[in-house]
């Protein structure tokens, strides 16, 4: 049995079709900040939103823009939405879309489409679906990821250190909801209240810089509710720096809580839902983070960049395209949508 409240449940089909933009208020920032001035060294750091085949049949075509940025990352951190399986145990639920899966061999070809190495390559595992296809699934998932060389998080409430040239990260991962009963989730994926009871005082320890990635908010809301706001706000007391959520399959804001950046929601990196879902959430976004590596300032976030691309339909595959490559009437709502969220800044970075 899933956790969702009632109201979760009879409001999904609604916020589908018409994804809502309830919420909207000061205190956010725009799409892109430049927090420290210039500075030698930096690690860079590329998040992407939810990774599913249910919107492919075949691996996707990214345009050239997107797998420059994405290639010129030091390390890619994404949420891996669909069990790697061979074929799937839940068929009916698979074929409906209710029930997520990909091959391996999908994985790897979305994977060399978009320039993403296995090697620098993150993924979290903390997420509703991540038991679809059941505890069987969940194991060849992991055997799949860990033979393809792709490290993982979210299966503890522990802090995976990761040293990257001369800054060490701490990543770590939890969901807040499952589409399984409680007894399937336990000793295999990490929850948001077992996580917080388990973090301590100070997650950060031995880290220059923590970054949390959660399953969190409710779906199809471009705007984070009050007790996602509260949650946030939790992951900073606890030492976490950077924080990077999934699950709304809309873009959401960006926010910062004292010194900790919160990116609330980045959408879908591929298709979670029907290739023909109406076109807001069709719209998503790579997160760019520049973290300095100087002596002085040393994990500190030294600027951010949301780069925005839509997801459009391509026979059976989906084409990411930046937003501002999208033509026509599709191209203009969609800017207006980000707009809506992000604010109208001009381009380029803002002290």
Known sequence: MSNYPFSYKISWPARFVKP????????????QVRFLPQHGQSVRLAFVGDISAVANRRPPVFDSELVALLGAADLVVGNCESPVVASPSARLGTRL????????????????????APAR???SLANNHVLDQGIAGFEATC??????????????????????????????AFTQWRNAPASAFAGRVAMADEFVAAAG????????????????????????????????????ELGVGLVVGHHAHVVQPIGRVGDTLVA??????????????????????????DVSADAATRGQIASYRMAPFMRQRDGEREKMMPLDKVAG?????ARARWQAVYGAASPGFTS
């Open 20 to 31: 809502s933009l309830r919420g909207a208020g000061a205190g956010y920032l725009p799409d």
């Open 201 to 236: 005082n100070d997650l950060a320890d031995g880290t220059d810089l923590v970054c949390a990635v959660p399953h969190w908010d409710w779906e199809f809301r471009h705007f984070p509710r009050p007790d996602t706001r509260d949650r946030a706000r939790r992951l900073a």
């Open 143 to 172: 055997a799949a990821l860990d033979e393809l060389g792709i490290a993982t998080i979210g299966t503890t409430t522990s802090v995976t250190k990761r040293a990257i040239g001369p800054v060490t990260l701490g990543l770590c």
């Open 264 to 289: 609330y929601g980045l959408g879908d990196f591929l298709g979670t839902a029907l290739a023909r879902q109406p076109w807001p959430g069709r719209i998503g976004a790579i997160l760019i983070v």
């Open 329 to 333: 009437e599709l191209g203009t709502k």
């Open 121 to 123: 390559l993150v993924l």
């Open 97 to 116: 879309g209710t029930h997520h899966a990909m091959t391996r061999e999908f994985l790897q070809g979305a994977l060399a489409a978009a320039a993403i």
